[in-house]
């Protein structure tokens, strides 16, 4: 299933419409998306959309409009230098046990939202990632149990400011936490979208040109140790996000360094979720 958001509403994609889902299922599924964050709600979901699928509440179709499919998780959570090329251009060694930093949820943005360029900030710069959405409580889980705890998986930037994240005491969440620098979408696909969920392939394409290429199968530390290492020091809720690391080929890894522009389009794709299109503004 592909589940989204569509001006604060549950939606689902079926056979090419928007399809909403409050009003598909008759009010069993709640119209608010974070409703898709609970594990339990999927049977419903499927039997009903499989069912009605187009019917009464189908709408017409703007991808354009969709917001964040989670728009409201507890706590964002994210893996630095979770892919070995990506930790090497960094100058960094891959780290043994997954390194991971919080994000505030008040930057998240939908998948065609602009990302804006905060005034006087030279250097941001782009991460395609992997995000995991958790679907039920988890704490001091086993690695082996990890998939069980995703509800489904969306596409994300972990957009930085390489300057905060780098000058001084290192600080990773406020360089990543500007608001609009966690754009995600353009749906939550449910696990059985995919072939495999462990080599999933992302991509992020940057004025047309592709800049990152990466498969999930390259992670240092997998979903199942994310998982379990995040939840062996809190408690995850459904909805948490985590954003799984990011490939080779950010631009902070470039020679010459290259950063985001007013005017730069961002493409972050990957097959089985969709594409995020945002454009980057002056701020
Ligand atoms: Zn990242």
């Known amino acids: 299933m592909l589940l989204g958001n569509l001006h604060g509403r549950s939606v689902a994609l079926v056979d090419g419409e928007l399809v909403d889902v409050c009003k598909a299922t008759d009010g069993a599924i709640d119209s608010d998306p974070m409703a898709f964050a609970d594990l339990a709600t999927h049977d419903v979901l499927r039997e009903s959309l499989g069912a009605k699928g187009g019917a009464e509440g189908a709408l017409v179709p703007s991808s354009t409009e969709l917001a964040p499919p989670i728009p409201r998780p507890t706590k964002i959570l994210a893996a630095a230098l979770n892919y070995r090329p990506h930790a090497a251009e960094s100058g960094f060694e891959a780290p043994a046990t997954p390194a991971l930093f919080a994000r505030l949820p008040s930057a998240l943005a939908g998948p065609a939202d602009d990302i804006v360029l905060p005034a006087g900030r030279d250097q941001i710069d782009w991460e395609a990632e992997?995000?995991?959405?958790?679907?039920?409580?988890?704490?001091?889980?086993?690695?082996?149990?990890?998939?069980?705890?995703?509800?489904?998986?969306?596409?994300?930037?972990?957009?930085?400011?390489?300057?905060?994240?780098?000058?001084?005491?290192?600080?990773?969440?406020?360089?990543?936490?500007?608001?609009?620098?966690?754009?995600?979408?353009?749906?939550?696909?449910?696990?059985?979208?995919?072939?495999?969920?462990?080599?999933?392939?992302?991509s992020c394409v940057l004025n047309g040109d592709e800049v990152q290429r990466g498969n999930t199968q390259e992670l240092i530390h997998d979903v199942g140790r994310l998982l379990a290492y995040?939840?062996?020091?809190?408690?995850?809720?459904?909805?948490?996000?985590?954003?799984?690391?990011?490939?080779?080929?950010?631009?902070?890894?470039?020679?010459?360094?290259?950063?985001?522009?007013?005017?730069?389009?961002?493409?972050?794709?990957?097959?089985?979720?969709?594409?995020?299109?945002?454009?980057?503004?002056?701020?």
């Open 130 to 202: 992997l995000v995991l959405v958790v679907g039920r409580e988890a704490r001091n889980i086993d690695p082996d149990q990890g998939w069980t705890y995703v509800a489904g998986l969306t596409a994300g930037q972990d957009v930085s400011d390489r300057r905060a994240q780098f000058e001084g005491p290192s600080q990773f969440t406020m360089a990543k936490s500007y608001d609009s620098f966690a754009p995600t979408g353009p749906y939550m696909a449910t696990l059985d979208e995919f072939e495999n969920v462990d080599a999933i392939r992302l």
């Open 230 to 283: 995040a939840s062996s020091i809190c408690t995850l809720n459904p909805g948490d996000l985590i954003f799984t690391g990011t490939p080779a080929g950010v631009g902070w890894g470039m020679s010459p360094q290259r950063f985001l522009q007013p005017g730069d389009v961002l493409e972050t794709v990957i097959p089985g979720i969709g594409t995020m299109r945002n454009h980057c503004v002056s701020g």
